[in-house]
């Protein structure tokens, strides 16, 4: 089937520096992009969601770039703090059953390790 | 509001033998899903439940069943336990046929089996 996956598994970077996570993808006909965070010990939590027909979203001090010719979906963290760490899905939304709810088919995950 | 709660929070289990996990939705949920994430992992979707019924179904074997009761909670059942089955059990609840960010995510339970 169709995949969602992530270019790297670990990003370590500075408190106040801006993260970059990226992610790619490979259904062409996909239409819907979620990322979530999930921190230790808890499930996915939504961050912010974007949908084919934009190609920048903001969020509060988030930011998701999907670029559709190379079928590529990035999140941005500005000024990242130590309770960003973390790690990091993007996912894509299937249409659920009739009536139902979407249903999320999830990459492998970027684990954002922020230092003090 | 508790948002969704799932029991227990630990389980292990030998090979062979069965499990049954336990949901509660965010209060003004009707729509449960079930995930399973393996160590390392995504979540991969196992199915979900509205109206006590399993609505859509992920590519898992029979051995995973569930049941979604009156009250909206819902139990995931696996038989015949495999050391593949160690993972993080997740569920998520969701008003029926809404989007992403109106989709809670428990805590998961964490299933070993030895």
């Known amino acids: 089937g169709e995949s969602v996956g992530l270019h790297l598994p670990t990003l370590s970077v500075q408190e106040g520096d801006n993260s970059i996570i990226n992610c790619a993808y490979s259904n062409s006909a996909s239409d819907y992009f979620i990322w979530y965070k999930q921190e230790s010990g808890k499930g996915p939590q939504f961050i912010i969601d974007i949908r084919s027909n934009m190609d920048k979203r903001q969020g509060q001090r988030v930011t998701v770039l999907l670029n559709k010719t190379v079928k590529h979906l990035s999140l941005q963290i500005a000024a990242t703090q130590p309770g960003d760490s973390a790690v990091y899905f993007c996912?894509?939304?299937?249409?659920?059953?009739?009536?139902?709810?979407?249903?999320?088919?999830f990459g492998r995950g970027t684990s954002l390790i922020v230092h003090p | 509001d508790a948002g969704v709660t799932q029991s227990p929070t630990h389980l292990i289990k030998t090979r062979g033998q069965q499990v049954t996990l336990r949901c509660s939705p965010k209060s003004g949920h009707d729509t449960v899903s079930w995930y399973q994430q393996a160590l390392g992992q995504g979540p991969q979707f196992i199915f979900q439940?509205?109206?006590?019924?399993?609505?859509q179904r992920g590519n898992f074997p029979d051995r995973f069943s569930g049941h979604q009761f009156p009250n909206y909670s819902s139990e995931l059942n696996v038989n015949a336990l495999l050391l593949g089955d160690s993972a993080l059990y997740l569920c998520a609840s969701s008003p029926k046929g809404k989007a992403a960010d109106t989709q809670y995510f428990g805590p998961g339970t964490r299933l070993t089996v030895l």
């Open positions: 439940y509205y109206e006590e019924e399993e609505r």
């Open positions: 996912a894509e939304k299937g249409m659920g059953p009739e009536g139902g709810s979407y249903i999320p088919t």
